[in-house]
């Protein structure tokens, strides 16, 4: 019996002389790892952590010191809340949108006598694309009673399947095959795509719960992948061209709608923000920088402050959203219109130190207005770094705007130093015409109104042969858009179509016209694999046709 | 390429060192050779015989500030090359590695780090540099501009959760005092001791009556009789003396004040689970803001401070001395000023004689440690000495035979006694209840002072903004309540989530969007879109309708210029979000 006790002693003692080099208690396991395993984990700072506490308890104390410490001054009640701005909503549905828009009517007293045309709105959407619904009712009550099953069984509790929730699951599957535009919508076609949104249900439950239980905005990043979860795009398929008139201009001055009580309330706040004018000069005489914030251009607040305060220094006016700035032209202006150099320096750290040195021997203060410093051509580190050390010298005063909502991520702490920002407010509301002019908008681009009028442009620079020539192929092109793999137009048919039209009187005169369009890009040369080339235009066929209409009327 | 940076590096270097020498070099120029030719004519020329006690001690320093952002093959290269000249050039390179050592073993191979000899050199934590600059400079009484408890603690929370950067902490102190200063006369009186009088009589009659108008003026005014009352408004002269006296007296209060923070810090400091704080800062913080006596925190600590052992009281006690004597020999070069006013000024006199702050505050205080201190020492052999006595007492009763339940009662009166009877205690006990009086007279918090407005700052709420910035906010504000932001009366919503068809169209789209999942659909947002604006038309006007698709497109492409949505070629008109 002694001997079998000394065994379990000398069993436990192995064990806790394995125990400082092995992480865990079963030595059997580890032993059987591979030895780079051991050495990682010996080396790995996280095993050491106890005992060097252990030593130090100084450090320790520190750690457990700062660690539950919070931030008291940092924020007050009038903050915006967290949860308002990065809450991670759940999962949307177009049915939001609808609700939305509903209950904005619903509210506007003009909309009383239309409140039944409201409805109305949405079912006439809707309407043509109920009745091709494919699934009779029975098989779809049927499936959604496993369904409902399977995810009770699944959920065991969590889910409450309130009946609520489900009428605009029902309409919302129906669209989804109708979406899915296949008339033959079988039960194992529509089975996935119910169960999917089925899920979609619950995690909005679960959202709904969790908002109500924590008032105070805590990151999950389970909803991140929640929200992110199915690949499929949930909204619906309508197109920009189902807009009957597509000419939508782009900017210009006169698009820009605001209410006479706002155009009031905004030379306000102008008025507000300029009395701010002495308090900046006052701070960027101190060597701050100025930045301003805040929804509305504020390119015509800085040039005010730019005629009214600064008329008697050098100024540099940056535009930070045109598309081609780069940093050099900034400090090649800088450098040769201001400081009267003739060479600027290839070194970009150079030209700052020459800058520096300029500046102070003349004793000339310079003030650096930039429109946007968080524009696109300005967003690289290299431009911010410049930016930064320029603002940095002790002659020169920065004031810059920004206006995207990341902004700030583009400087660390190293170049927030160096510029030394003061925050400033200046919510405007005035639209940015200038800003988005260069902006290659979205609509716009979709809508190619700028295609369209280039098109038109060059083609109104064209002599009557060549109109001919490219009608022709415009025509050909638009005849067979049907096709599903369109060649193009060969050259041969296309110089026979010419000749009928007397349009050109031989092959060489025709590819000289054509060249015409090679260079404006309007008419793209293929070369097929039996040698022949064959013309078309990269357009969009509806847009073609809409030129087609334009130009015959 | 390599060749030319460093050359540039040695250029800049060589700049630095030989202005006297005037021939710029140029780029290609930049070798070692030309820097060792220098080196050599400039040093080793100038006294031929003493050439090796020069080459000892004119060493070749090159600084690498920031080492991590330096490209580390140019830099492995570059010790290479120097490793090569290392005899004939001493040279001495200087790294700045802000994160750890480990960062240039990882850069530098074995072969470069080998021509190197490393020596490592640590700085201190920057909180540690912070709570040396703010004891040091801002937390002392000879400065006239003063933080208000919540200002201070905002600054301190923005170093200590955003940046930890000692510099962008001195820059926000700036900032505070620019805006303590700015477009305000009476300001002025924000100064040291000695230029106060000149202040207070430059001042115009406007600045008086806006003196008159703080809000700490108004208690002080309550204390006073009717006929002091009316002078005080009336008589310009008068309020500029009582102004005067007011401020004198608000020096000595600050002089004490701080004395009595860090006093009250060191004799904390070793008490366990710091509930007031570690560091003078903290403490600060917590007296500027409330009257700490009051708070159950400080009587926890008075208590924990009333178990101390003996020596270790004595040990603070020592500590809290030697920083009061150190204050009084820093005041006393100021001493001699502060006595000029007294001739100028009859009045001065009589607040001199009623004061019971300042220095002669601190030389009591110094007196009552001296002799508290002095007691607790000949404490320790005395209550020694009476527990010896008190035992041999005992010993005397149990000698004298009697019943077991006077022993009893003997045993347990003589426990109660010799806890009284200790006089190290008893000493103990009054030091404390000192300390308590003392530091609810040194310890009163700013705010109740009168004319505090003058020398603290405490207006934070309006320095926030423009130090920290909320970029994000702003916009969310501004385009989901715009109202907030143009007062006007036709946005005003009802909830934060509801949408108007008054609303700029910026605001509407944003609200619209939100209401959409990670894609949006361009043509159910324009229908949505016009559907607010104009809800009395049907949908085939709104087909037709260009300006409101004019309005509806500009709004997406202020919102794209925003960041918020970006294109998308997933789908056929559709766009991304680009927020949550």
Same mark, same amino acid.
């Given at each position: 019996m002694s001997s079998e006790l000394k065994g379990k002693v000398s069993d436990s003692e192995t064990e806790t002389v394995d125990l400082p080099d092995t992480p865990s208690r079963r030595t059997g396991r580890t032993r059987q790892k591979p030895k780079k395993y051991n050495d990682f984990f010996e080396l790995s700072p996280s095993k050491r952590k106890p005992r060097r506490v252990s030593t130090s308890s100084e450090e320790d104390e520190i750690i457990d010191d700062s660690c539950p410490q919070k931030p008291?001054?940092?924020?007050?009640?009038?903050?915006?809340? !967290?949860q308002d701005i990065f809450k991670f909503k !759940?999962?949307?549905?177009k049915h939001d949108l609808q609700n939305a828009v509903r209950s904005a009517m619903m509210n506007s007293p003009k909309v009383i006598l239309t409140r039944l045309k409201t409805p109305k709105k949405v079912i006439n959407l809707h309407s043509p694309i109920r009745k091709a619904a494919g699934t009779p009712r029975h098989v779809r009550e049927v499936i959604k009673k496993r369904i409902i099953q399977e995810v009770d069984s699944d959920s065991s509790g969590d889910?409450?399947?309130?009946s609520s929730d489900f009428v605009p699951d029902e309409s919302e599957n129906e669209e989804q095959s109708d979406s899915s535009s296949?008339?033959?919508?079988?039960v194992e076609d529509e089975k996935p795509q119910r169960k999917d949104s089925v899920k979609t249900q619950i995690t909005r439950n679960r959202n709904n719960k969790m908002k109500i239980k924590d008032s105070e905005y805590i990151v999950k990043p389970d909803n991140y992948f929640m929200m992110n979860s199915?690949?499929?795009?949930?909204?619906?398929?309508?197109?920009?061209?189902?807009?009957? $008139?597509?000419?939508?201009?782009?900017?210009?001055?006169?698009t820009v709608h605001i209410s006479t009580e706002h155009r009031k309330k905004i030379a306000e706040l102008n008025y507000n923000h300029r009395q701010l004018f002495d308090r900046w000069l006052y701070e960027l005489s101190e060597n701050f920088s100025i930045i301003l914030y805040g929804i509305g251009s504020k390119r015509t607040l800085l040039q005010q402050f730019q005629t009214e305060k600064l008329n008697k220094f050098p100024c540099i006016m940056v535009n !930070?959203?045109?598309?081609?700035?780069?940093i050099k032209d900034i400090l090649e202006s800088i450098v040769v219109?201001?400081?009267?150099?003739t060479t600027v320096p290839s070194n970009i750290g150079s030209v700052v130190k020459l800058i520096d040195s300029q500046l102070s021997e003349n004793s000339v203060d310079l003030f650096l207005i930039v429109n $946007?410093?968080?524009?696109p051509m300005l967003r690289n580190s290299k431009s911010q770094v410049t930016l930064a050390s320029l603002s940095q010298i002790k002659n020169v005063h920065t004031i810059a705007t920004i206006d995207h909502i990341?902004?700030?991520?583009?400087?660390?702490y190293s170049k927030l130093s160096k510029y030394n920002f003061s925050w400033w407010d200046?919510?405007?509301?005035?639209?940015y015409t200038e800003e988005t002019s260069f902006e290659n908008s979205i609509m716009t681009h979709k809508s190619g109104a700028l295609q369209l009028s280039s098109l038109r442009s060059v083609y109104q620079s064209l002599t009557s042969n060549s109109k001919g020539i490219f009608t022709i192929l415009i025509e050909h092109q638009l005849a067979n858009q049907?096709?599903?793999?369109?060649?193009?137009? =060969?050259f041969k048919d296309l110089y026979s179509k010419c000749r009928e039209q007397f349009l050109v009187s031989s092959d060489l005169a025709l590819r000289a016209q054509l060249t015409e369009f090679l260079d404006h890009k309007l008419v793209k040369m293929k070369r097929t694999l039996d040698g022949s080339e064959n013309l078309m235009i990269p357009i969009n066929n509806a847009l073609l046709q809409q030129f087609l209409e334009q130009q015959t009327s | 390429m390599v060749w030319q940076l460093i050359g540039n590096d040695l250029k800049n270097d060589e700049e630095c060192d030989v202005l006297s020498t005037k021939h710029k070099l140029k780029k290609s120029q930049c070798t070692m050779k030309t820097l060792k030719t220098w080196y050599h004519s400039k040093y080793t020329n100038e006294s031929t015989n003493k050439k090796k006690k020069l080459i000892s001690t004119k060493t070749l320093v090159i600084v690498i500030p920031?080492?991590?952002?330096?490209n580390c093959h140019l830099l492995q290269d570059f010790v290479m090359i120097i490793s090569s000249y290392i005899s004939s050039l001493p040279i001495v390179l200087v790294f700045g590695v802000a994160t750890s050592v480990s960062a240039l073993h990882k850069s530098f191979p074995y072969e470069v780090s080998s021509k190197l000899l490393i020596k490592v050199f640590h700085s201190h934590s920057s909180a540690v540099y912070m709570n040396q600059v703010l004891e040091d400079i801002?937390?002392?009484?000879?400065?006239?501009f003063h933080l208000s408890g919540k200002a201070f603690e905002l600054l301190t929370d923005v170093f200590l959760f955003y940046d930890f950067s000692v510099k962008g902490l001195v820059q926000s102190i700036k900032y505070c005092m620019m805006d303590h200063y700015y477009?305000?006369?009476?300001?002025?009186?924000?100064?040291?001791r000695e230029d106060l009088e000149e202040a207070v009589l430059n001042l115009s009659p406007n600045d008086l009556e806006s003196i008159r108008q703080l809000k700490s003026f108004r208690p002080y005014l309550e204390k006073q009789d009717c006929r002091t009352k009316i002078s005080l408004f009336e008589d310009d002269q008068y309020f500029r003396d009582a102004l005067y006296k007011e401020l004198m007296k608000l020096h000595d209060y600050l002089y004490s004040f701080y004395l009595c923070v860090k006093l009250l810090s060191t004799l904390i400091k070793?008490?366990?689970?710091n509930l007031l704080g570690k560091t003078v800062r903290e403490v600060y913080t917590k007296c500027a803001t409330e009257?700490?006596?009051?708070t159950p925190s400080f009587k926890e600590c008075m208590q924990l401070l009333s178990f101390q052992s003996q020596i270790k009281i004595v040990d603070t006690i020592t500590g809290a001395l030697k920083l009061l004597n150190s204050h009084l020999q820093s005041v006393s070069p100021i001493k001699p000023l502060q006595a000029t006013p007294k001739k100028n000024n009859n009045n001065t006199d009589k607040v001199f004689a009623h004061r019971e702050l300042g220095e002669s505050f601190a030389k009591t205080v110094r007196v009552h440690l001296m002799t508290f201190l002095r007691q607790l020492e000949n404490a320790n052999t005395e209550a020694s000495i009476s527990t010896a006595m008190d035992t041999d007492s005992n010993d005397n009763v149990e000698n004298v035979p009697g019943s077991r339940y006077k022993l009893k009662e003997k045993l347990l009166k003589a426990t109660r006694v010799e806890k009284i009877q200790s006089e190290f205690e008893m000493i103990r006990c009054r030091f404390i209840s000192y300390l308590e009086e003392m530091f609810a007279k040194g310890l009163q918090? =700013?705010?109740?002072?009168?004319?505090?407005e003058i020398m603290f700052f405490s207006d934070i709420s309006n320095v926030k903004k423009h130090i920290v910035g909320a970029p994000r906010g702003a916009l969310h504000t501004a385009l989901s309540d715009p109202a907030h932001y143009l007062?006007?009366?036709?946005?005003?919503?009802?909830? =934060?989530?509801s949408v108007a068809g008054t609303l700029p169209d910026v605001c509407l789209a944003y609200k619209l969007h939100r209401?959409?999942?990670?894609?949006?659909n361009l043509y159910d947002w324009l229908q949505a879109f016009a559907a607010v604006v104009?809800?009395?038309? $049907?949908d085939e006007q709104r087909h037709h309708d260009p300006i409101i698709q004019s309005r509806f497109t500009r709004a997406v492409a202020e919102l794209q210029f925003l960041g918020f949505i970006k294109s998308s070629?997933?789908?056929?008109d559709h766009v991304m979000r680009l927020t949550w």
């Amino acid at each position: 019996m002694s001997s079998e006790l000394k065994g379990k002693v000398s069993d436990s003692e192995t064990e806790t002389v394995d125990l400082p080099d092995t992480p865990s208690r079963r030595t059997g396991r580890t032993r059987q790892k591979p030895k780079k395993y051991n050495d990682f984990f010996e080396l790995s700072p996280s095993k050491r952590k106890p005992r060097r506490v252990s030593t130090s308890s100084e450090e320790d104390e520190i750690i457990d010191d700062s660690c539950p410490q919070k931030p008291r001054a940092l924020f007050s009640d009038d903050d915006v809340e !967290g949860q308002d701005i990065f809450k991670f909503k !759940g999962r949307h549905t177009k049915h939001d949108l609808q609700n939305a828009v509903r209950s904005a009517m619903m509210n506007s007293p003009k909309v009383i006598l239309t409140r039944l045309k409201t409805p109305k709105k949405v079912i006439n959407l809707h309407s043509p694309i109920r009745k091709a619904a494919g699934t009779p009712r029975h098989v779809r009550e049927v499936i959604k009673k496993r369904i409902i099953q399977e995810v009770d069984s699944d959920s065991s509790g969590d889910f409450s399947g309130s009946s609520s929730d489900f009428v605009p699951d029902e309409s919302e599957n129906e669209e989804q095959s109708d979406s899915s535009s296949s008339s033959s919508t079988s039960v194992e076609d529509e089975k996935p795509q119910r169960k999917d949104s089925v899920k979609t249900q619950i995690t909005r439950n679960r959202n709904n719960k969790m908002k109500i239980k924590d008032s105070e905005y805590i990151v999950k990043p389970d909803n991140y992948f929640m929200m992110n979860s199915s690949k499929k795009i949930a909204t619906s398929d309508h197109t920009l061209a189902r807009l009957k $008139n597509m000419n939508i201009q782009d900017n210009s001055p006169d698009t820009v709608h605001i209410s006479t009580e706002h155009r009031k309330k905004i030379a306000e706040l102008n008025y507000n923000h300029r009395q701010l004018f002495d308090r900046w000069l006052y701070e960027l005489s101190e060597n701050f920088s100025i930045i301003l914030y805040g929804i509305g251009s504020k390119r015509t607040l800085l040039q005010q402050f730019q005629t009214e305060k600064l008329n008697k220094f050098p100024c540099i006016m940056v535009n !930070g959203f045109f598309p081609s700035l780069t940093i050099k032209d900034i400090l090649e202006s800088i450098v040769v219109d201001l400081l009267g150099n003739t060479t600027v320096p290839s070194n970009i750290g150079s030209v700052v130190k020459l800058i520096d040195s300029q500046l102070s021997e003349n004793s000339v203060d310079l003030f650096l207005i930039v429109n $946007n410093i968080d524009g696109p051509m300005l967003r690289n580190s290299k431009s911010q770094v410049t930016l930064a050390s320029l603002s940095q010298i002790k002659n020169v005063h920065t004031i810059a705007t920004i206006d995207h909502i990341n902004a700030p991520l583009l400087w660390d702490y190293s170049k927030l130093s160096k510029y030394n920002f003061s925050w400033w407010d200046v919510t405007s509301f005035v639209p940015y015409t200038e800003e988005t002019s260069f902006e290659n908008s979205i609509m716009t681009h979709k809508s190619g109104a700028l295609q369209l009028s280039s098109l038109r442009s060059v083609y109104q620079s064209l002599t009557s042969n060549s109109k001919g020539i490219f009608t022709i192929l415009i025509e050909h092109q638009l005849a067979n858009q049907k096709q599903a793999h369109y060649q193009g137009l =060969p050259f041969k048919d296309l110089y026979s179509k010419c000749r009928e039209q007397f349009l050109v009187s031989s092959d060489l005169a025709l590819r000289a016209q054509l060249t015409e369009f090679l260079d404006h890009k309007l008419v793209k040369m293929k070369r097929t694999l039996d040698g022949s080339e064959n013309l078309m235009i990269p357009i969009n066929n509806a847009l073609l046709q809409q030129f087609l209409e334009q130009q015959t009327s | 390429m390599v060749w030319q940076l460093i050359g540039n590096d040695l250029k800049n270097d060589e700049e630095c060192d030989v202005l006297s020498t005037k021939h710029k070099l140029k780029k290609s120029q930049c070798t070692m050779k030309t820097l060792k030719t220098w080196y050599h004519s400039k040093y080793t020329n100038e006294s031929t015989n003493k050439k090796k006690k020069l080459i000892s001690t004119k060493t070749l320093v090159i600084v690498i500030p920031d080492f991590e952002s330096f490209n580390c093959h140019l830099l492995q290269d570059f010790v290479m090359i120097i490793s090569s000249y290392i005899s004939s050039l001493p040279i001495v390179l200087v790294f700045g590695v802000a994160t750890s050592v480990s960062a240039l073993h990882k850069s530098f191979p074995y072969e470069v780090s080998s021509k190197l000899l490393i020596k490592v050199f640590h700085s201190h934590s920057s909180a540690v540099y912070m709570n040396q600059v703010l004891e040091d400079i801002f937390l002392t009484h000879t400065v006239p501009f003063h933080l208000s408890g919540k200002a201070f603690e905002l600054l301190t929370d923005v170093f200590l959760f955003y940046d930890f950067s000692v510099k962008g902490l001195v820059q926000s102190i700036k900032y505070c005092m620019m805006d303590h200063y700015y477009g305000d006369n009476t300001k002025a009186l924000c100064c040291n001791r000695e230029d106060l009088e000149e202040a207070v009589l430059n001042l115009s009659p406007n600045d008086l009556e806006s003196i008159r108008q703080l809000k700490s003026f108004r208690p002080y005014l309550e204390k006073q009789d009717c006929r002091t009352k009316i002078s005080l408004f009336e008589d310009d002269q008068y309020f500029r003396d009582a102004l005067y006296k007011e401020l004198m007296k608000l020096h000595d209060y600050l002089y004490s004040f701080y004395l009595c923070v860090k006093l009250l810090s060191t004799l904390i400091k070793d008490i366990p689970n710091n509930l007031l704080g570690k560091t003078v800062r903290e403490v600060y913080t917590k007296c500027a803001t409330e009257c700490i006596t009051d708070t159950p925190s400080f009587k926890e600590c008075m208590q924990l401070l009333s178990f101390q052992s003996q020596i270790k009281i004595v040990d603070t006690i020592t500590g809290a001395l030697k920083l009061l004597n150190s204050h009084l020999q820093s005041v006393s070069p100021i001493k001699p000023l502060q006595a000029t006013p007294k001739k100028n000024n009859n009045n001065t006199d009589k607040v001199f004689a009623h004061r019971e702050l300042g220095e002669s505050f601190a030389k009591t205080v110094r007196v009552h440690l001296m002799t508290f201190l002095r007691q607790l020492e000949n404490a320790n052999t005395e209550a020694s000495i009476s527990t010896a006595m008190d035992t041999d007492s005992n010993d005397n009763v149990e000698n004298v035979p009697g019943s077991r339940y006077k022993l009893k009662e003997k045993l347990l009166k003589a426990t109660r006694v010799e806890k009284i009877q200790s006089e190290f205690e008893m000493i103990r006990c009054r030091f404390i209840s000192y300390l308590e009086e003392m530091f609810a007279k040194g310890l009163q918090p =700013p705010h109740t002072q009168t004319f505090h407005e003058i020398m603290f700052f405490s207006d934070i709420s309006n320095v926030k903004k423009h130090i920290v910035g909320a970029p994000r906010g702003a916009l969310h504000t501004a385009l989901s309540d715009p109202a907030h932001y143009l007062q006007c009366s036709c946005c005003r919503l009802p909830s =934060p989530e509801s949408v108007a068809g008054t609303l700029p169209d910026v605001c509407l789209a944003y609200k619209l969007h939100r209401e959409c999942g990670k894609h949006i659909n361009l043509y159910d947002w324009l229908q949505a879109f016009a559907a607010v604006v104009k809800p009395g038309e $049907n949908d085939e006007q709104r087909h037709h309708d260009p300006i409101i698709q004019s309005r509806f497109t500009r709004a997406v492409a202020e919102l794209q210029f925003l960041g918020f949505i970006k294109s998308s070629k997933r789908k056929t008109d559709h766009v991304m979000r680009l927020t949550w």
